[in-house]
């Protein structure tokens, strides 16, 4: 018989493990995989769920966009082949159902017709039933994208297991994999109106700070680095905001916008920002942005419920190797025995002027291939490549000039000069160092990059550049300078003004042929 003394130590023992287990660092992170999903925002969710899960391309939901419980019809657009008619059957139910309710809204409820009865029953003892004039201009419509979304389950599989590692080391919540569900389909070639691209949509700006984005190179397009890139941006954003509803709203917002959202309403509330704030640029997307993901989340975590069993693609095996020269993509063809077709296709990155014999494989990038090649048989193959066929610098684009290194000048200040990005001097020069210049020394600049006038000295009222700090925004920004946010925009070829961030270095002027 155990005594009550070694019963009260083993159950002691045992609370100490159970408090040790839950305080380790991998029952923390566990414990950040439940994101906050409010009651009040259920119809939002259940509604993207639909859009994802249930509703096909051929198919659409039109709804009130505030409110997405409101669903009013659902149209077959499968007899309509080309984008410009279903567009117009789209407007045209668009059209019907403002009609509808402005008809509504006037308060004549003689003689109403099947439709308008059926819509009058939605909005009774809703939020917005005595504003029907309102929802007359919320009417929207949203196409299906279950076909896609299952598309993009089946691809997900080559990278999934990588994007889960890269969000774990990260400290950020492996649910967050299912983003690239509503980004872009799982679709590494994705690319938005506003020149977002790859799996995670990272714009050009945004992708700078984490990625490489020059003339040779765009590693947006490359599934492996983005999302790597992606849990270090998700992580900023939650450093920054301390609510992972916030964070991942902030995405698509902007860590700045989210900012001013809070002050707006006094809260970090997701779902009072989704149903009450109205900032300029808290459009659609911004607002839907959570729930989007939330119900994403969930049709990839029950797939089958929606789609029955999936076969998802195997994870991708593949050999890496570091380019010991800049080198042609011949070269590398013919030194590799691998087809120019297989190393565009293992490396998405490269950009079409490389393979057109315009610009050289940098020196240092990772080089994915087949997993049939070894990592020492390739190593030992790029060693011999003769010397004639190594070059220590990147090749010239046409009409290009050079830059005489001043005392005092940086890498940044002369690439801000001519409208370029200190990455792109650093591979056209073959710097290794993005601080290693000196004075005298001769850069090489991209083609057709013309110099702004000398920056002014370091003072305020003449300034040339500003330094974005923390807290800033485009507005406060535009205040201080006299800039106003569209010419921000414009210059300094912004396409979302809530995507700054602390460091960066925004032109206040244009350069002479910009």
Do not use: C
Not at 172 to 186: D, F, I, Q
Not at 272 to 279: F, H, K, L, M, P
Not at 330 to 358: D, F, H
Not at 487 to 495: M, Q, T, V
């Amino acid at each position: 018989m155990v005594s009550n003394h070694r019963r009260r130590s083993s159950y002691l023992l045992g609370i100490i493990l159970l408090v040790g287990a839950l305080w380790s660092p991998q029952s923390r992170v566990l414990a950040a995989q439940t994101l906050p999903r409010p009651a009040g925002l259920e119809p939002d969710i259940s509604f993207w769920r639909k859009i994802f899960g249930e509703v096909s391309t051929d198919e659409a939901l039109v709804h009130d966009n505030r409110y997405l419980g409101v669903v009013y019809e659902k149209l077959d657009l499968s007899d309509l082949q080309t984008d410009g008619a279903r567009q117009r059957e789209m407007d045209a139910a668009k059209a019907r159902y403002s009609r509808i309710l402005t008809r509504l809204a006037a308060g004549d409820r003689s003689g109403l017709g099947r439709d308008e009865r059926r819509v009058l029953a939605l909005w009774a003892g809703r939020p917005g039933s005595s504003s029907l004039r309102g929802a007359a201009e919320r009417v929207r419509v949203q196409q299906g994208l279950s076909d896609r979304f299952l598309q993009g389950l089946v691809r997900s599989g080559r990278w999934e297991e990588h994007i889960r590692d890269s969000l774990r080391q990260a400290g950020v919540p492996e649910m967050l994999a299912a983003l690239p569900h509503v980004e872009s389909s799982y679709n590494p070639e994705a690319r938005s109106f506003v020149g977002a691209a790859g799996l995670w949509q990272f714009t050009a700006g945004t992708g700078r700070r984490f990625m490489r984005i020059d003339s040779a190179v765009d590693e947006r397009r490359d599934p492996f680095v983005s999302s790597e890139a992606a849990a270090r941006l998700l992580k900023a954003n939650y450093g920054e905001l301390n609510s992972w509803p916030l964070a991942i709203t902030g995405y698509n917002h902007g860590t700045g916008g989210m900012r001013r959202a809070k002050r707006a309403l006094g809260t970090d509330d997701i779902e009072t920002i989704v149903r009450n704030y109205s900032g300029p640029t808290f459009g659609f997307a911004s607002r839907n942005f959570y729930v989007s993901f939330l119900a994403a989340e969930e049709v990839e975590r029950n797939a089958e419920d929606y789609f029955g069993p999936v076969q998802r693609d195997a994870p991708e095996q593949l050999t890496t190797i570091e380019v010991p020269a800049y080198l042609s993509a011949r070269t590398l063809e013919q030194s590799l025995g691998v087809p120019q077709e297989t190393l565009q296709a293992y490396n998405p990155s490269l950009l079409a002027a490389i393979w057109m014999g315009k610009k050289y494989v940098p020196r240092g990038y990772s080089l994915r291939l087949p997993e049939t090649v070894s990592r020492a048989q390739a190593e030992t193959r790029l060693a011999d490549v003769s010397g004639s066929e190594r070059r220590s610098a990147q090749l010239a684009e046409p009409g290009s000039k050079t830059h005489r290194v001043r005392s005092g000048e940086t890498l940044s200040g002369i690439a801000a000069r001519y409208g370029t990005s200190p990455s792109r001097l650093a591979s056209l020069n073959g710097l290794s160092k993005r601080n290693l210049i000196r004075v005298g020394q001769n850069l090489k600049l991209p083609g057709g990059a013309v110099a702004s006038a000398d920056p002014a000295p370091r003072k305020k009222s003449g300034s040339k550049t500003y330094v974005v700090r923390q807290g800033d925004n485009l507005a406060s920004i535009a205040k201080r300078t006299g800039v106003s946010q569209g010419r921000l925009l414009a210059i300094n070829s912004l396409d979302n003004p809530n995507r700054i961030f602390p460091g960066q270095r925004l032109r206040l002027a244009a350069t002479e042929g910009g």
